[in-house]
């Protein structure tokens, strides 16, 4: 079982303990396919904002204990079953930013672009902890830095993709600081400032990843193992973006199946920043 189509999330995979599969799954595909809706298939704007109204009210109804529209079943029957597992407001947050993908802001500074990342990807960290039985404060907040962190190596990977779709998710005080032009970013052009925006943007999510990763050390069993993949994954990338000198604008790095040896050493080999 693999959730790689949806970047954020972290892998279902052998390492998931069996009890959780089922939850862990439902909450998948249920971002999953709120993320398609706005995301996928050649419809207008207004279109996808009223499928993601319609999604809600169907997920206000299995929190009510009333049945979904059959347009989603499959979604919401696996969540239904869960239901009680999951904090609703937590899932409303993701509709929030899916919502907000359909006319992105430009971002003015990095609260504000963390403020997304609080809806987009914190959610599933916070849901997953609740799983686990994880609650406290520290692990709270090591959680939404791992998932912010993921979120931005997923925009400085994504240029490629981002722009020609219009979405520019560099903050304006970072260009400005490079004199870069939200324009040139769009239109993926490479030039010295560019990349020496680029390697800033990833030292900030590096720096936001080593704040989190305690956490994969403290979770017990599986759940501790397949956090701490998911955050040398999250580092590997940014890995391969400094090593072809920050051109991502260019070329857009990825995480393969010839990485995995590479990942699970430094997975296994994680000790406590000093």
Known sequence: MSVDHYENFPVASWLCPPALRPAVVALYHFARTADDLADEGDVTTAERAQALRDYRADLAAVVA?????????????????????????????????????????????????????????????????????????????????ICSALQLINFWQDFTRDGPNGRLYVPQVDLDRHRVSAADVLACRDSPAARALVADLCGWARTLMLEGAPLALTLPGRAGWELRLVVQGGLTILDKIEASGHDSLLHRPSVGAGDFPRLAWRALTMRPAP
């Open 65 to 145: 204990g009333q049945p979904p529209s059959a347009r989603w079943a499959r979604v919401f029957a696996p969540l239904a079953r869960e239901i009680h597992r999951l904090r609703p407001p937590l899932l409303h947050d993701l509709l929030d930013a899916f919502e907000q993908d359909l006319t992105p802001p430009r971002y003015g500074d990095r609260d504000h672009l963390l403020d997304y990342c609080r809806r987009s990807a914190n959610p599933v960290g916070r849901l997953l902890l609740e799983l686990y039985g994880v609650s406290d404060a520290l692990s709270l907040r090591r959680s939404d830095a």
